[in-house]
């Protein structure tokens, strides 16, 4: 047998070569991943926590009921910022709650420069974990450079707030605008045809005006200016100023501050929203006066909220024993099928209702919602899940968050008691219909449709040809149908009669003070309130709550940790360009957004747009 050739044999030594490296890499990457795995699912031996300490309330980005989903090679890329960190409000309020009751923390520090959403709802629910905090005996103090105004509200609730001299408190006050794009779109040559039942129903407005209309904008300001005094009432009794001295700070700051030369700090000072002034240094010196401790590097000593939650609650390795109240989240836009966190999806959280129904131990449901609706189909599947509910004997309650109107309304009107947040924005009873044609727009370019069909409808829903006459009747007939079944739903699940719930619909908003005084909800009050609430209707005295959530595959849970890991780590960073930018391009993401949103397989919705722009 002859020899391969010296060629032959050249060649297949590089080949093998190769092959040894290709494994080598392999291998590398492949114990690269265990490793970083471990690193971010498992992490070692936790650092322990300082035997005296602060709690650091060092809040940034979003606070939100429920996370969205991340993609864990998106959150190791991008550049961490405010805008999209995200921090859930159960982990800062029972945070609190440990803290109360450790010997170990002393203190309470809330450093809110990277605040950057939080709302007067979800913050009166964190006051009411600080409360509990203030009886224990320890102090609270609030330090910032310039406080914007939902950082301040919650930075009212210290003993003392502390500002940098240099820094100041920007309060300007509750509002609702949105851009509106009727003259917009009718030189673009596009038309965007709108069916709507319930006269106040304002979603469909930016497609029909150039501006708010009249009755809209009473309607609208009865419900911020209800909010706007909720602020400063709460401003002025923690902060122990005279009735109407936020609204004179907001209503005369430039003149005060050329009272005070320019100085913002000193005009906060002695509007009496701050009680210090301290630089960076100074602050640090002070907090290690009142912790009565520091750490190696001379800074007081303190724990972060985040790793101090983690540390305290019980680790869970699985559903709860025992009866136990379920806690279900729905946030965000409601639309068909099957949505990641962060959404409502129609088939998912009709599942999630179903299976919690259905599983051993569950004695009650709390519904936490916190949308301004969407689809009404989706709302419907879900709604139907919730009777189901009902029907197997479990008490159902629904606890309202900052905005629950419309499609939000929609799915919590069955429900055997709702409970709102005192700011919470409810109500919106009305169906909408919108359905865009190019038609002009094309023909604008030279291109012209034109063709044959076997019925009168067929073809009728190409954005690219006018409306069909039949097709129009359809929608508003559909509509109609839609806005008189809605209105139903609300009188059968409140037990009002459809006259009674006539003058409550037609799309108006209320606000939770006005609800309550209508009877779509039945008490004010936060999520524990109404978790309490679902256990007394199941006759429980000992149970556990238990948070429900989608079921995740051990590869979803591992991409989680893993996300949520990398997130934690976040160093926030935003240059003024890219805050400009962030700003200029917000009314056409949003518009996206909106529009992205409209999935309904029936072109029928139950959205407040106007809701969702006020928190």
Not at 438 to 457: C, H, M, Y
Not at 533 to 550: D, F, I, S, W
Request: glycine share 8%; hydrophobic share 45%.
């Amino acid at each position: 047998m002859s020899k391969p050739s010296l060629l032959r044999r050249f060649f297949s030594g590089i080949w093998r070569g190769l092959t040894r490296i290709r494994l080598a890499i392999s291998n590398i990457l492949f114990l690269a991943m265990i490793a970083f795995i471990y690193f971010v699912y498992i992490g070692g031996a936790p650092e322990p926590l300082p035997e005296k300490a602060a709690l650091l309330l060092n809040i940034g980005g979003t606070v939100v009921d429920q996370k969205s989903e991340i993609n864990p090679l998106q959150a190791l890329l991008e550049a961490p910022s405010p805008e999209n960190h995200e921090v859930l409000l159960r982990d800062i309020i029972e945070a609190i709650d440990y803290a109360a009751e450790d010997p170990a923390i002393n203190s309470l520090v809330m450093e809110l420069d990277s605040l950057g959403r939080l709302g007067i709802s979800k913050t009166q629910e964190i006051v009411d974990a600080l409360q509990n905090f203030r009886e224990s005996g320890k102090p609270m103090v609030a330090i910032g450079d310039y406080y914007t105004q939902d950082q301040y509200l919650l930075a009212s609730h210290a003993d003392t707030v502390i500002a940098h001299p240099l820094g100041g408190v920007a309060l300007e006050g509750y509002s609702s605008y949105q851009n509106y794009f009727r003259e917009a779109l009718k030189k673009i040559s596009v038309n965007v045809h709108v069916f709507r039942a319930g006269d106040q129903k304002s979603a469909v407005e930016p497609f029909m005006r150039d501006d708010m209309s009249p009755a809209q904008k009473e309607l609208t300001s009865r419900w911020l200016n209800n909010l706007w005094g909720q602020y400063t009432t709460i401003v002025e009794t923690q902060r122990t100023l005279k009735p109407g001295a936020v609204d004179n700070y907001v209503n005369n700051f430039a003149q005060m501050l050329q009272n005070h030369g320019g100085d913002a700090a000193q005009t906060a000072l002695q509007s009496g929203l701050v009680d210090r002034l301290l630089t960076r240094s100074e602050g640090n010196d002070y907090l290690v006066e009142v912790v009565g401790a520091s750490d190696d590097d001379g800074l007081y000593e303190a724990v972060v909220f985040e790793r101090y939650v983690a540390r305290k609650r019980p680790l869970s390795l699985g559903t709860p024993d025992g009866d136990r109240v379920a806690v279900i989240t729905a946030v965000g836009t409601i639309m068909p099928g099957k949505q990641p966190p962060g959404s409502i999806g129609g088939d998912s959280l009709a599942q999630l209702i179903r299976g919690t129904v259905d599983a051993d131990g569950v004695k009650a449901i709390v519904l936490r919602v916190n949308s301004g609706g969407g689809s009404m189909f989706a709302s419907e599947v879900i709604r139907e899940q919730m009777l189901y509910a009902k029907s197997m004997g479990l008490p159902v309650v629904v606890s309202m968050g900052a905005v629950a109107a419309s499609g939000g309304y929609y799915i919590a009107a069955d429900a055997d008691e709702i409970w709102a947040t005192p700011s919470t924005i409810t109500g919106s009873i009305g169906v909408f219909a919108a359905f865009p044609t190019f038609e002009e727009l094309l023909q604008r370019v030279g291109i012209s449709t034109d063709g044959v069909g076997t019925t009168a409808l067929a073809g009728s829903m190409r954005a690219d040809r006018p409306l069909n006459p039949q097709l129009v009747d359809a929608l508003t007939s559909g509509v109609k149908f839609a806005y008189k079944s809605f209105v139903q739903i609300v009188a059968q699940g409140r037990d009002m009669t459809v006259a009674e719930v006539d003058p409550l619909a037609e799309g108006r908003v209320w606000s939770a003070a006005d609800a309550l005084k209508a009877g779509l909800v039945d008490n004010l009050g936060s999520l524990d309130d109404a978790i309490a609430a679902a256990a007394t209707r199941a006759g429980l005295e000992k149970y556990k709550v238990h948070y429900v959530e989608r079921p995740l595959s051990p590869r979803d849970m591992v991409l989680k940790k893993l996300a949520n890991s990398v997130g934690s780590l976040h160093v926030f960073t935003r240059s003024a360009a890219n805050s400009a930018l962030s700003g200029l391009l917000g009314p056409m993401r949003e518009a996206a957004q909106e529009l992205g949103a409209m999935q309904d397989p029936g072109y029928l919705y139950v959205r407040c747009v106007a809701c969702s722009l006020a928190h």
